[in-house]
């Protein structure tokens, strides 16, 4: 899965960035939003809890997905500016990646026991 971003914009009103991006997936389906944030996050050198996804729509036959994403300053920004839906959506994204991150952590204490 590769992320390249097509376009950034800075919103000083609404403290945040805006930034359009597509999604190269090609070999599996539709990526899931954790893992496109986690990519996003890392891509903008930014903390995940402050980057919301807004859409992401692929097209059918093609192996690519374009979204939209809204990185604010402060989780207080992101709560204050976003409707209350977004920002459950969000949450949930976040705990998505928190258990995926404790699976993998569990997964990688399991293989060095096996090792000793």
């Not at 891509?43 to 990185?71: C, N, P, Q």
Request: charged share 45%.
């Amino acid at each position: 899965m590769e992320v390249e971003i097509l376009d950034q914009r800075d919103n000083p009103l609404l403290y945040r960035k805006e930034v359009k991006f597509v999604v190269r997936h090609e070999d599996s389906g539709t990526p899931q939003k954790s893992e496109v944030l986690r990519k996003l996050a890392a891509i903008l050198d930014v903390d995940k809890e402050v980057v919301l996804i807004d859409r992401m729509e692929s097209e059918f036959g093609k192996r690519e997905t374009k979204g939209y994403a809204k990185i604010y300053k402060s989780m207080e920004h992101l709560e204050d500016i976003e409707p209350e839906h977004m920002v459950e959506r969000h949450k949930k994204v976040l705990e998505e990646l928190e258990s995926e991150s404790e699976e993998s952590e569990e997964s990688e204490s399991e293989e060095s026991e096996e090792e000793e």
